[in-house]
């Protein structure tokens, strides 16, 4: 419970400083070649969470989402799952997963026509 409070008031910090000062592109990749990185909206999803905005959130980088509501259900067990796995399927699935946040930010950006 205490890892989702500190969790959720990040969010509702960094949801009032982007209010008050939107720093602008924080991906180093991004800003200096225009690529984004696999993580790249990770911060927008945590601001979109912070300002009541789920859907927003999983929109800008469904991986990054879905690595956050892990990490706060990690200690109902979802950790010792993780854990249970193999090495490599281990790899395979963050691997995966990278891509497919790759992927999904050069569309969601306009870079990748599908």
């Not at 008031?9 to 939107?22: Q, S, T």
């Not at 602008?24 to 990185?37: M, Q």
């Not at 990770?42 to 991986?63: D, K, W, Y």
């Not at 969601?108 to 599908?114: A, D, I, P, Q, T």
Request: with cysteine; proline share 7%; aromatic share 6%.
């Amino acid at each position: 419970m205490l890892r989702v409070a500190a969790m959720a008031a990040a969010a509702m910090g960094a949801a009032w400083i982007h209010r008050v000062n939107d720093p602008g592109v924080l991906c180093p990749l991004r800003a200096v070649t225009g690529i984004p990185c696999p993580l790249c909206g990770g911060t927008t999803v945590f601001i979109e969470m912070g300002s009541g905005r789920p859907a927003q959130a999983v929109l800008a980088n469904p991986v990054a989402f879905a690595g956050a509501v892990a990490l706060a259900l990690a200690p109902l067990g979802l950790g010792d799952r993780w854990r249970a796995l193999q090495p490599n399927t281990r790899m395979w699935v963050l691997g995966t997963a990278l891509l497919g946040s790759e992927l999904w930010q050069l569309v969601r950006l306009g870079l990748l026509r599908v």
